[in-house]
């Protein structure tokens, strides 16, 4: 009886793609969808906050200049003990992958707004960038000795084709853990969200009274599910961040050194 | 009285400046390694790192799979090489999390180039941990000599 009251529940629909501005050229859909308004919307704020950061107008350095010099030297920081001196030529490439990442979740926690890095396709394309640019920039730098990244030292000769194979799966697999996390973390909180909400809602509405207090419960968890979804979407940005300066590492330095 | 006056102030400029060098040195010392400790408590919170394990396991299974399924789809072998890169994939799954979690000193992994990224990684943060240890001390160190003062 209480569900026929309830409102349907559907934790999948706020993930949905729907045409925002409809573009149909020579048959092709080429419609702005919610999740390219909200790519746009992450790359305008992030580029917002370091304009205003980075205008400097008075010497005391204000609040949006802290936050602009704190956001470069935490990045700068990260790339510099991951990659060493050589990666801060990769900054920028971090630097804007941070902030897309990072924008983009941290949008998501508005109500009625749309989780862009909770697409696989959003998050393999930024992983494939990254794995692209480490093996293209590690065969311009380095040539054949890129291959080296295979071919641990001190391997005897009978195993050393197992253990290549081995280390090029692990390469491999490197694109896909790289989107798979970030993704299925901003899935999961999502819809972990929706659904302790969803709680909040029909007991809130149950037809017995006894149940209606119960929806506190529901309610309380759901807050501090919200502080949690809001480290992790600091954690999964920082995390992909991070990867992306470990993997660029080895194409500035193939085989160690 | 004059003269005595310069002298003192000439011999606390000199140490003021001995004390402000020797500052200037050690922040520079441990300028890098600040860096390193500020990112790297947080990347290594125990959940993220059960996370990156478990997903850089499965992921390495899954890729080792999908080779081996392609493999047999282009050449006709049904099933042998599912099977082969899916032991491989399962291996490189194990590897990887051998890689992630081994510490910096030993580990079977150590010679793999690939884990050099994350040798050299965690050696970039080491210096992070003990530049924070070293700070905490002399910390300590100012703390007590500030009770010797009192």
Redesign the interface.
Same mark, same amino acid.
């Given at each position: 009886m209480a569900t026929e009251s309830a409102p349907a529940i559907n934790p999948i629909e706020q993930f949905s793609i729907e045409p925002v501005v409809p573009i149909h050229i020579a048959g092709h859909d080429f419609s702005l969808t919610n999740s390219g308004l909200f790519m746009l919307l992450a790359v305008g704020v992030t580029c917002l906050l370091m304009a205003i950061g980075a205008r400097g107008d008075s010497g005391v350095p204000g609040r949006m200049q802290s936050l602009a010099e704190m956001a470069y030297e935490f990045t700068a920081g990260m790339v510099r003990s991951a990659a060493g001196e050589e990666g801060m030529k990769f900054f920028p490439f971090v630097f804007s992958v941070f902030f897309f990442v990072l924008i983009c979740n941290l949008i998501g926690f508005f109500p009625f707004s749309f989780t862009v890095t909770s697409h696989i396709v959003i998050t393999a394309a930024l992983a494939l960038l990254v794995f692209l640019t480490v093996v293209f920039f590690g065969l311009k730098e380095h040539g054949t000795h890129f291959f080296k990244t295979f071919v641990p030292p001190g391997v005897p000769i009978y195993i050393l084709p197992l253990v290549v194979a081995i280390e090029i799966v692990s390469f491999l697999s490197r694109p896909v853990s790289h989107s798979v996390r970030l993704f299925a973390n901003m899935l999961a909180g999502h819809i972990t969200l929706y659904v302790f909400g969803a709680f909040v809602i029909m007991l809130g509405g149950a037809s017995w009274a006894i149940l209606k207090p119960a929806a506190v419960l529901p309610f309380a968890m759901a807050v501090g599910l919200e502080a949690l979804e809001l480290l992790v979407a600091f954690l999964q940005a920082y995390v992909f961040a991070m990867l992306t300066c470990m993997y660029l590492n080895d194409a500035l330095h193939p085989g160690g050194h | 009285m004059a003269e005595d006056d310069d002298e003192r102030l000439r011999s606390n400029l000199a140490r003021l400046r001995g004390s402000l060098d020797k500052a200037r040195a050690t922040g520079e010392a441990r300028g890098?390694a600040?860096?390193?400790a500020?990112?790297?408590p947080?990347?290594d919170?125990g959940m *993220?790192l059960a996370? =990156?394990a478990a997903?850089?396991f499965?992921?390495?299974i899954?890729? #080792?799979a999908g080779?081996g399924w392609a493999l047999d789809r282009l050449l006709r072998t049904n099933p042998a090489f599912l099977i082969g890169?899916f032991f491989?994939?399962v291996?490189?799954?194990v590897?990887?999390v051998i890689r992630l979690t081994s510490p910096k000193g030993g580990g079977p992994a150590q010679? *793999?180039?690939?884990s =050099?990224?994350?040798?050299?990684?965690k050696g970039?943060?080491r210096p #992070?941990l003990e530049g924070a240890r070293e700070r905490g001390s002399s910390g300590e160190a100012a703390g007590s000599a500030d009770d010797d003062e009192d």
């Open positions: - | 890098p600040r860096a390193g500020s990112g790297a947080r990347g919170s *993220s996370m =990156r997903s850089e499965i992921s390495a899954a890729v #080792g080779i890169f491989i994939g291996a490189a799954g590897f990887n010679d *793999s180039p690939l =050099r990224a994350e040798a050299a990684d970039g943060r #992070g």
